[in-house]
Protein backbone atom coordinates (compact mmCIF):
# COMPACT_ATOMS: atom_id res chain seq x y z
CA UNK A 1 0.00 0.00 0.00
CA UNK A 2 1.21 3.48 -0.96
CA UNK A 3 2.10 6.48 1.69
CA UNK A 4 -0.66 8.24 0.23
CA UNK A 5 -2.87 5.19 0.48
CA UNK A 6 -2.59 4.89 3.86
CA UNK A 7 -2.83 8.12 5.56
CA UNK A 8 -6.44 7.98 3.06
CA UNK A 9 -7.34 5.14 5.05
CA UNK A 10 -6.11 6.72 8.93
CA UNK A 11 -8.14 9.74 7.52
CA UNK A 12 -11.11 7.59 6.83
CA UNK A 13 -11.26 5.87 10.08
CA UNK A 14 -10.85 8.66 12.04
CA UNK A 15 -13.18 10.58 10.70
CA UNK A 16 -15.93 7.42 10.43
CA UNK A 17 -14.78 6.88 14.75
CA UNK A 18 -15.54 11.02 14.92
CA UNK A 19 -18.89 10.51 13.07
CA UNK A 20 -19.70 7.19 15.29
CA UNK A 21 -18.93 9.65 18.48
CA UNK A 22 -20.85 12.46 18.35
CA UNK A 23 -23.36 12.42 21.17
CA UNK A 24 -27.04 12.87 20.12
CA UNK A 25 -28.98 15.50 22.44
CA UNK A 26 -32.69 15.68 21.87
CA UNK A 27 -33.82 19.42 22.23
CA UNK A 28 -36.38 20.54 24.22
CA UNK A 29 -38.10 23.67 23.89
CA UNK A 30 -37.54 26.81 26.46
CA UNK A 31 -40.32 27.07 29.11
CA UNK A 32 -42.20 30.37 28.70
CA UNK A 33 -42.69 32.25 32.12
CA UNK A 34 -44.20 35.42 32.80
CA UNK A 35 -42.61 38.09 34.76
CA UNK A 36 -44.22 40.98 36.25
CA UNK A 37 -42.21 44.15 35.69
CA UNK A 38 -43.60 45.44 39.07
CA UNK A 39 -42.07 42.90 40.98
CA UNK A 40 -38.71 42.39 42.42
CA UNK A 41 -37.63 39.24 43.00
CA UNK A 42 -36.12 38.41 46.32
CA UNK A 43 -32.32 38.03 46.21
CA UNK A 44 -31.89 33.89 46.87
CA UNK A 45 -30.17 33.11 49.61
CA UNK A 46 -26.27 32.49 49.49
CA UNK A 47 -26.02 28.58 49.03
CA UNK A 48 -23.68 27.05 51.42
CA UNK A 49 -19.87 27.05 50.30
CA UNK A 50 -19.45 23.41 51.05
CA UNK A 51 -16.25 22.24 48.99
CA UNK A 52 -15.20 25.43 47.60
CA UNK A 53 -12.20 26.84 49.11
CA UNK A 54 -10.53 30.09 47.55
CA UNK A 55 -7.47 31.98 49.18
CA UNK A 56 -9.39 34.99 48.65
CA UNK A 57 -11.86 33.92 51.03
CA UNK A 58 -9.34 34.48 53.62
CA UNK A 59 -9.37 37.85 53.41
CA UNK A 60 -12.68 38.95 53.76
CA UNK A 61 -13.06 38.01 57.05
CA UNK A 62 -11.18 40.14 59.76
CA UNK A 63 -10.81 37.26 62.15
CA UNK A 64 -9.55 35.05 59.60
CA UNK A 65 -6.67 37.60 58.74
CA UNK A 66 -5.28 36.87 61.82
CA UNK A 67 -3.19 33.20 61.22
CA UNK A 68 -0.80 33.13 64.28
CA UNK A 69 -1.28 31.80 67.83
CA UNK A 70 0.79 33.21 70.59
CA UNK A 71 2.43 30.86 73.99
CA UNK A 72 3.87 32.06 77.43
CA UNK A 73 7.32 30.79 77.29
CA UNK A 74 8.07 26.82 78.08
CA UNK A 75 4.27 26.40 77.73
CA UNK A 76 1.61 24.98 74.99
CA UNK A 77 -1.21 25.68 76.33
CA UNK A 78 -3.59 27.89 74.54
CA UNK A 79 -4.42 31.31 75.87
CA UNK A 80 -7.80 32.12 75.96
CA UNK A 81 -7.30 35.43 74.18
CA UNK A 82 -7.02 32.70 71.34
CA UNK A 83 -10.52 30.89 71.64
CA UNK A 84 -12.30 33.26 69.24
CA UNK A 85 -9.77 33.06 66.38
CA UNK A 86 -9.94 28.90 66.99
CA UNK A 87 -13.48 29.25 66.63
CA UNK A 88 -13.63 31.64 63.42
CA UNK A 89 -10.90 29.23 61.62
CA UNK A 90 -13.05 25.96 62.71
CA UNK A 91 -16.16 27.31 61.48
CA UNK A 92 -14.15 28.44 58.23
CA UNK A 93 -12.70 24.60 57.95
CA UNK A 94 -16.43 23.41 58.59
CA UNK A 95 -18.41 25.55 55.64
CA UNK A 96 -14.98 24.30 53.77
CA UNK A 97 -14.92 20.77 53.62
CA UNK A 98 -11.97 20.76 50.87
CA UNK A 99 -9.64 23.78 52.79
CA UNK A 100 -6.31 22.36 54.03
CA UNK A 101 -4.52 24.07 57.33
CA UNK A 102 -0.86 23.32 58.02
CA UNK A 103 -0.37 24.58 61.72
CA UNK A 104 3.17 25.20 62.04
CA UNK A 105 4.69 25.04 65.60
CA UNK A 106 7.55 27.30 66.65
CA UNK A 107 9.56 27.98 69.73
CA UNK A 108 12.25 30.76 71.05
CA UNK A 109 16.03 29.70 71.08
CA UNK A 110 16.31 28.76 74.69
CA UNK A 111 16.68 24.81 75.22
CA UNK A 112 17.89 22.52 72.95
CA UNK A 113 16.88 21.87 69.50
CA UNK A 114 15.39 18.67 70.08
CA UNK A 115 13.48 20.48 73.23
CA UNK A 116 12.34 23.19 70.88
CA UNK A 117 11.01 20.30 68.22
CA UNK A 118 8.85 19.13 70.60
CA UNK A 119 7.47 21.92 71.70
CA UNK A 120 6.99 23.10 68.54
CA UNK A 121 4.83 20.24 68.05
CA UNK A 122 3.19 20.33 71.22
CA UNK A 123 2.00 23.63 70.57
CA UNK A 124 0.46 23.17 66.93
CA UNK A 125 -1.13 19.59 68.39
CA UNK A 126 -2.71 21.79 70.91
CA UNK A 127 -4.21 24.13 67.95
CA UNK A 128 -5.09 20.90 65.65
CA UNK A 129 -7.16 19.95 69.29
CA UNK A 130 -8.70 22.96 69.86
CA UNK A 131 -9.78 23.47 66.33
CA UNK A 132 -11.18 19.81 66.35
CA UNK A 133 -13.31 20.36 69.30
CA UNK A 134 -14.67 23.55 67.64
CA UNK A 135 -15.46 21.65 64.59
CA UNK A 136 -12.57 21.26 62.47
CA UNK A 137 -12.00 17.70 60.80
CA UNK A 138 -8.88 16.01 61.54
CA UNK A 139 -8.53 15.41 57.94
CA UNK A 140 -7.89 19.27 56.69
CA UNK A 141 -5.22 19.54 60.00
CA UNK A 142 -1.13 19.11 59.66
CA UNK A 143 1.19 20.13 62.02
CA UNK A 144 4.58 20.56 61.12
CA UNK A 145 7.47 21.72 64.25
CA UNK A 146 9.99 24.00 63.07
CA UNK A 147 11.23 24.06 66.54
CA UNK A 148 13.84 27.06 67.14
CA UNK A 149 14.89 26.97 63.12
CA UNK A 150 12.62 29.70 61.86
CA UNK A 151 11.97 32.98 63.74
CA UNK A 152 10.22 36.33 62.91
CA UNK A 153 12.50 38.12 65.25
CA UNK A 154 16.77 37.44 65.80
CA UNK A 155 17.18 39.72 68.81
CA UNK A 156 18.12 38.10 72.38
CA UNK A 157 15.38 39.08 74.27
CA UNK A 158 12.16 38.77 75.85
CA UNK A 159 9.67 41.10 73.29
CA UNK A 160 11.26 38.67 70.47
CA UNK A 161 11.40 35.76 71.97
CA UNK A 162 7.61 35.91 72.33
CA UNK A 163 7.01 36.48 68.87
CA UNK A 164 8.99 33.26 68.25
CA UNK A 165 6.85 31.13 70.41
CA UNK A 166 3.62 30.42 68.04
CA UNK A 167 2.07 28.47 66.17
CA UNK A 168 1.14 29.66 62.52
CA UNK A 169 -2.08 28.83 60.70
CA UNK A 170 -1.37 28.10 56.89
CA UNK A 171 -3.65 27.54 54.56
CA UNK A 172 -2.43 24.96 51.82
CA UNK A 173 -4.40 23.51 48.35
CA UNK A 174 -4.47 20.15 49.45
Request: with cysteine.
Amino acid sequence: MSHVARVLTVAALASAVAVGCTKKVKETPPVQTSVTPSATPAPAPEAPRSGVYTPADLDTDACLRQRVVYFDFDQDALKPEFQSLIACHAKYLRDRPSARLRLEGNADERGSREYNMGLGERRGNAVSSALQASGGSATQLAVVSYGEERPVCAEHNEECWAKNRRVELIYTDK
